[in-house]
């Protein structure tokens, strides 16, 4: 198959651990984290995670990541922050204003380097909260394709399995692997590890 992180996803959602030979396209960000450039003769295989995640009860499914909210990179001045009560494995990691949450199996989104830690194929998702000030927001930004805007202090980041976000009033953006989905005011994100081996 030949396309970019949507169309994989589409192709292992109802096919969970399938064999899949993938010719990733320019913009496939799990490519960049895997280290797969193109074409090439198939000789190895990994097995990758995904997220399932469940948006006011429309199911959903990604293979690189998921963003609730303005993503980092589209961040502005005049970006809202809603409130968000995000839930990882049970436990509240945010109940405040935020701009985004992100989680992530992989590592790239859009070329830049947003989660450093991400790995594909560790069985848990690296999850950042961006709580980040106004003012903040443009220096944030310009560090985020080299992946040096971690650490900081209106950032929070962990590691989970299963994560739940919920916005006090109204609904919030949702993107699925780089594509806009229909807003949600509850998004419910959990791996599926080893969901498919990627043939290479």
């Given amino acids: 198959m030949h396309g ?22 320019g ?13 090439g003769d ?7 995670d995904a997220l399932r995640v469940e948006a006011d009860g429309c199911e959903l499914f ?26 990882v494995d049970e436990r509240v990691a945010h109940d405040g204003p935020a701009t985004a949450v992100v989680v992530a199996s992989g590592q790239y989104l859009r070329g830049s380097d947003l989660v450093p830690r991400g790995h594909p194929g560790d069985g848990r998702a690296e999850i950042q909260v961006y709580a980040v000030a106004r003012g903040q927001r443009s220096g ?48 419910t994100v959990a791996v599926v590890p080893g969901a498919f081996l990627l043939v290479v």
């Fill in 62 to 87: 990604a293979v690189n990541m998921v963003v609730v909210g303005v993503a980092p990179d589209r961040a502005r001045w005049v970006t809202r922050s809603p409130g968000l009560r995000v839930r």
């Fill in 27 to 39: 913009t496939s960000d799990l490519a960049r984290a895997l280290g797969l450039h193109g074409a």
């Fill in 140 to 187: 944030v930004r310009r560090r985020l394709p080299q992946g040096v805007h971690l650490p900081h202090p209106d950032i929070t980041q962990t590691t989970g399995r299963r994560v739940e976000i919920r916005a006090d009033r109204g609904s919030l953006p949702l993107e699925i692997d780089g594509v806009p989905a229909p807003a949600a005011a509850r998004v």
């Fill in 4 to 25: 970019d992180d949507a169309t994989l996803a589409a192709a292992v959602r109802d096919h969970l651990g399938s064999r899949v030979e993938f010719r990733p396209d």
């Fill in 42 to 48: 198939a000789t190895l295989e990994l097995p990758v």
